[in-house]
């Protein structure tokens, strides 16, 4: 299988795209864990928000979005398609978004269960366990100067 990595801005982005991307958010997000939320938060609108995502064929296998928040930047809505996990695809996006955060604190609130594969990429967690959706979560933040490639 021929995968593609792509970033862009959300006015940049094929509709089909877009559509494609914002389904798997909520294939896996509201659907598969069952959380019933806004995944439409607005975010996905600021001039700053990047989307990334993997695609094959024109489908979107992965995706997360990188946020400004001030002078740091905060990674989310990392997902990827029940049929395309194993791959390595979310790693790979993991890595090209640090890499585009240009070396500046990042940070992310992690699924508790997934908190050492966020480890892999340099994050640690920064604060206490809290509920969200009705899933565990920890908030977890990489240093400017952090080491971790995931590799």
Known sequence: MNVTHRTARL???PP???????????????????????ELDG?????????????????VLATLRVLHDGDDRRIGRVATAARARGRGLAAQLMRRAVDECEGRLIRL?????LADWY???GFVVDGDEFIEDAIPHVPMARAADATGGGR
């Not at 609130?109 to 269960?113: E, I, P, T, V, Y």
């Open 43 to 59: 975010r996905d609108l600021e001039p700053d928000a990047l989307q990334m995502w993997s695609e094959s064929d024109d489908a």
């Open 11 to 13: 006015a940049a982005m």
């Open 119 to 121: 480890a892999r990429f």
């Open 109 to 113: 609130d992690a699924q508790a269960h």
């Open 16 to 38: 089909a795209t877009l559509y494609s991307l914002m389904r798997l958010r909520v294939d896996v997000f509201v659907v598969e864990q069952r959380c019933a939320y806004p």
